[in-house]
């Protein structure tokens, strides 16, 4: 079991280089902006949570699906790259980007009907804790897409021999396990069997809908998208699918409206709405239940909660020194090198 028993672990990419490792990879992209779109197709589109949102890779597309946008994550220059290409686009809407621990959501609970997540739970150590906190923001009936990287797939091969290569001792992700946690690269990676996350997903109180595959483009980059997304449907379980794409529907029934957004922010330690919250200019307040701070500014909001103690991994930029922007105790690595010792740094305003 590949979930994490001690801290609370989550990661930063602040100071990654995504558009280096994006480079070249428009065709993964377009398809998966294609599986999000047959997704969701037909979903009541009133308020949508991108939970890690890293560069806005996807951003703009699941802006544009919704008459209200938020996106969450620990790295701060990310959202602000974000805020300002969804202003440049004069995307419809209200739209609001928020620097929060996704163990920790600083939102009222059913604030949300649609929750999407892509490419962060294979960094995830705990995934009934994360999922838990997904499911409470989500509205009964919601839908929540999630992709996740499963094992054994030709994906997870690679990520063997990587470890073999680096002599990284943690097992085989093709053994009888349920869940393998992969060595940092640079940081933590956690494959699981897709009867694993579908189990861990109905445990969180969720009904999965339906699956999608993706990840042959990876191997023939040359396969036309139009041939592969056919395939995505109809082969979603093949071991050529490193990714899959899951649809699941909160369980419970209701029609009633969201809260407004301006009503949905709540302290994320103690979960105490804070009340009616402007979402023009800025503020800044401590919870007044718990003193926790937290600020809004030209459109970012800064709520990030860790507990104390809690593990932290962030990369530090190339020729600088390591930074830890979020509270607790950190593991950073240097962006430079994926096999630099990891040194422990602690920092910020914790719990």
């Not at 699956?211 to 082969?235: D, H, K, N, V, Y």
């Not at 600020?295 to 390591?322: C, K, M, Y």
Request: charged letters at 25%.
């Amino acid at each position: 079991m590949a979930s994490h028993p001690g801290p609370e672990s989550v990661s930063s990419y602040e100071g990654y280089d995504f558009r280096r490792m994006w480079a070249g990879r428009e065709a993964v992209t377009e398809l998966e902006s294609g599986l999000v779109k047959t997704a969701l197709a037909g979903a009541q589109s009133d308020r949508l949570l991108e939970a890690g949102t890293g560069f806005g890779r996807m951003s703009p597309l699941l802006a544009g699906l919704a008459e209200e946008y938020v996106g969450v994550d620990l790295d701060p220059s990310g959202l602000r790259e974000i805020r300002d290409r969804l202003r440049a686009k004069d995307a419809r809407g209200l739209r609001l980007l928020g620097r929060a621990n996704l163990f920790h959501l600083p939102f009222v609970s059913g604030a949300f009907r649609t929750v999407v997540s892509i490419r962060v739970y294979h960094h995830i150590r705990d995934p009934a804790g994360f999922l838990g906190e997904l499911a409470r923001v989500l509205a009964p009936g919601g839908l929540l897409l999630l992709s996740y990287t499963p094992k054994p797939t030709i994906g997870t091969l690679e990520q063997d021999v990587r470890g073999f290569l680096h002599s990284r001792p943690t097992g085989l992700t093709w053994d009888r396990s349920d869940s393998r946690e992969c060595g940092p690269d640079p940081f933590p990676i956690v494959v699981s069997t897709s009867a694993r996350v579908r189990r861990d997903v109905r445990t969180a109180g969720f009904e999965v809908v339906r699956e999608l595959g993706e990840g042959p483009e990876r191997i023939a980059p040359w396969w036309p998208i139009r041939s592969l997304r056919g395939g995505t449907s109809t082969f979603p379980g093949s071991f050529l699918f490193p990714t899959r794409f899951l649809l699941a529907r909160r369980t419970g029934t209701g029609d009633s409206p969201l809260p407004s957004l301006d009503r949905s922010f709540a302290c994320p330690r103690c979960r105490a709405p804070t009340g009616k919250r402007s979402l023009d200019g800025s503020w800044a307040f401590p919870c007044e239940k718990c003193a926790l701070p937290m600020d809004f500014r030209d459109g970012v909001l800064d709520a990030a909660f860790l507990p104390s103690g809690a593990e932290q991994w962030t990369i530090a930029p190339p020729n600088g020194p390591p930074t830890a922007r979020a509270p607790g105790g950190n593991r950073t690595r240097d962006a430079t090198s994926s096999d630099d010792p990891i040194e422990e740094v602690r920092a910020g305003r914790n719990g």
